[in-house]
């Protein structure tokens, strides 16, 4: 089976690549610093069993000492940041992101604050829902985020409707579905793919195969090597890009949109990556494969973003270490946002109308 | 109000058309909803742009209603069987009903998802069920049961107008039953029971389709025992209010429906009921459910497993005399 190339389907559709300008590339790298900043506070603020014990207590007596504490279900992405950022970078601020459990950069990666992420996985009322969504959970109607998923596979349907949703307003939004080699294996992407064609709707679907489903090979899970293959079934293309270069998937993605827009239908797009961490545990359960790690340490996507930027004449050394430090900072300012925030209140609670406690 | 006679299915289409013409953003999705079928008489005035015939795809296009509704659109999503909920129950259950809290009450989502149920059709095992309390049990969701045509048409007007997800669930028997609907904007707010009949001596509460066989047992039992028949007409919210009120005139409660009675929505009433107005209460109240089985094939053994009117008359005659 052959993968389906965008340009062999619609040879009109500009085939050169889709480059970003100086700034717009400072402004990824930028955005990548900010992802891993937020992904290594994560990591080392969480404590599965901060929390647990503490039901009878009311929400205003929470020990601040343990305020700043992530507990629960935490997965962090570090090393996944090229996938996050140059999907997000091709798309418009109103266009559409259905996300994953894993889900923290490709929030931010739309714009979010770190603050309001930080608050709201520290359980805060100032965070994007209130504390009422947690890590897996981050909505804002305001950056078109349609929410983490913690049902591997869900998201895929959710964003084909916000695809839907577009076209039948007859805006020119997309939507994006992110989700990994584990969820190409659900029915919902299989059924979400074949009415997307059907429909010719607005939506790109960014499979970030990061080879392991939890702790899963995907050798062991999916009956070919390559994501992308499965478009060919559906009769949409199908590509495969190098995860851990930025640019390549910036340029893949603002191809499918390019498409999306103009009426020509759904994509998908397949990023080998590969996750530098545990898969829960906010990054501190052990790691599936540590010799591979070693191997795919060497393809950083930040390192390997810098090292281009510099090569191009684009950053100098000093810039770099000061958009660093900026971002480093940022994620700090926003742990003591979090940790200075009240938890909410069960009052705070948006109950559903005519849905009574009892 | 002007009213017309019509059938169940034709005052649901009558709403969902008027609702269609009057909201821009309703549209129906769902299985063999086009132009050869046309189980709502939708398609040739809406066409394929309102009205989507669907791959089957029960979990992919009840989630694609979900994203649809969590972005502006207010669709109503039709599963042909309630049994056939079990491979989407995670859009529904996991999705649709917990976006709102999830998101911190900030995006809503306004979707109907509309399906036939019941048994005494002869349709076997897996096209038989009333499955209303799986949707009861799940909180973030509505569940509307209209058993006539006035309702049907008030109901999913304002299932359609309801900012969050609400489970419609219509029994298949229903379908051809005639009754006044009124004309146009007719309006039947979630959360209130209809009172279709008085009585002084024992409260009976029926869901659906059993409305009319508790009807008919109550004629039956009339000059005998004086029965009030309640028709919550929507199990979440209840109107538990309304329950009470007669429960405290006759003291006896008796809920009848088809769905078995272990776990079911008769029981929830109960709870509700006895924690509420215990005092009330002179006899133990019961429930009148469906045999606590898979549901046969063969017409006397599915007769057996259903409450019939003459089982509601032995109960109701027990509630009395015990």
């Known amino acids: 089976m052959g993968t389906i190339h965008l340009g062999d389907l619609l040879p009109n559709i500009r ?52 305020s700043g504490v992530i507990a629960g279900a935490a997965h962090v992405a570090i090393g996944q940041e090229a996938t996050e950022v140059g999907t997000c970078a091709a798309l418009e601020a109103d266009d559409y992101v259905a996300s994953t459990h894993r889900g923290h950069g490709h929030a931010i990666a739309k714009g979010a604050d770190l603050k309001r992420m930080m608050a709201e996985l520290m359980g805060k009322k100032t965070g994007y829902c209130g504390g009422c969504g947690g890590s897996m959970h981050i909505f804002s109607s305001e950056l078109g985020l349609l929410g983490g998923n913690g049902i591997i596979g869900a998201q895929i349907p959710i964003a084909t409707g916000a695809a839907f949703s577009a076209k039948y307003q007859g805006a020119k939004q997309v939507a994006v579905a992110f989700f990994s080699d584990g969820a190409s294996s659900q029915g919902t992407f299989h059924e979400a793919l074949n009415m997307a064609a059907l429909w010719k709707l607005p939506v790109i679907y960014v499979c970030e195969n990061n080879l392991y489903a939890a702790t899963t090979p995907a050798p062991i899970a999916l009956s070919i090597p390559d994501v992308a293959d499965r478009a060919a079934a559906y009769g949409m293309p199908g590509e495969i ?118 | 109000m002007t009213m017309r006679e019509m059938t169940y299915t034709e005052a649901l289409s009558q709403a969902l058309r008027e609702e269609m013409a009057r909201d821009e953003t309703v549209f129906t999705i769902g299985e063999d909803i086009g132009p050869v079928r046309q189980p709502e008489n939708l398609w040739d005035q809406f066409c394929e742009r309102r009205t989507w015939q669907t791959p089957i795809s029960e979990s992919g296009f009840t989630g694609l209603a979900v994203g649809a509704a969590m972005t502006g659109l207010r669709p109503v999503a039709v599963i042909m069987y309630c049994d056939f909920v079990t491979v989407c129950m995670d859009p529904i259950v996991n999705q649709a009903a917990k976006v709102h809290l999830m998101s911190g009450g900030t995006i809503k989502v306004p979707m109907v998802i509309r399906t036939p149920a019941g048994a005494g059709t002869r349709e076997g095992g897996q096209h038989s069920q009333s499955l209303e309390s799986w949707f009861v049990h799940t909180p973030g969701l509505k569940v509307v049961m209209p058993s006539t045509p006035a309702d049907a048409k008030g109901l999913m007007k304002a299932s359609i107008r309801d900012d969050g997800p609400v489970v419609y669930i219509q029994h298949r028997l229903l379908h051809p039953i005639r009754g006044p609907v009124p004309d146009g904007e007719w309006v039947v707010p979630l959360g209130s029971a209809d009172v279709k009949r008085e009585g002084q001596d024992v409260t009976v509460v029926a869901i659906s389709y059993a409305v009319h066989k508790a009807l008919e047992a109550a004629e039956a039992l009339a000059g005998e025992i004086d029965v009030a028949v309640i028709d919550p007409r929507t199990l979440a919210p209840l109107d538990v209010d309304t329950i009470l009120q007669s429960v405290e005139k006759t003291g006896r409660l008796l809920v009848v429906h088809e769905a078995p009675g272990q776990g079911g929505a008769g029981a929830e009433i109960v709870r509700q009921v006895t924690e509420k107005g215990f005092e009330y209460l002179r006899r133990p109240p019961r429930v009148l459910g469906g045999l606590n089985t898979p549901m046969p094939y063969s017409p006397p053994l599915e007769d057996a497993c259903l409450p019939q009117v003459g089982d509601i008359v032995r109960t109701v005659r027990g509630l009395v005399r015990e």
């Not at chain 1, 690549?17 to 402004?27: F, Y």
């Not at chain 1, 790298?29 to 992802?35: A, E, K, T, W």
């Not at chain 1, 940790?339 to 009052?347: A, L, M, V």
């Open chain 1, 15 to 66: 085939r050169e690549k889709a480059m970003p300008d100086r700034e717009k590339r400072l402004e990824m790298l930028r955005l990548m610093y900010r992802i891993r900043a937020f992904e290594e506070q994560v990591k080392t603020l969480y404590d599965y069993h901060s929390f647990q014990r503490k039901g009878d207590i009311a929400a205003d007596e929470y020990d601040v000492e343990v």
């Open chain 1, 241 to 358: 890009v190098d995860g851990q270069d930025v640019l390549a998937v910036y340029d893949a993605v603002s191809r499918a949109v390019v498409r999306a827009r103009a009426g020509g239908g759904p994509t998908l797009i397949e990023c080998k990556t590969y996750r530098f961490v545990g898969h829960a545990g906010g990054g501190k359960s052990p790691h599936n494969n540590p010799e591979e790690l070693a191997v795919w340490l060497k393809r950083d996507p930040i390192a390997l973003f810098e090292k281009k930027l510099m090569a191009d004449g684009h950053m100098t050394a000093d810039e770099q270490e000061a958009m660093r430090q900026e971002a480093f900072a940022e994620a700090e300012a926003a742990v003591a946002f979090g940790k200075q925030s009240p938890f909410p209140r069960p009052e705070d609670m948006p109950v559903t109308a005519g849905v009574a406690l009892s």
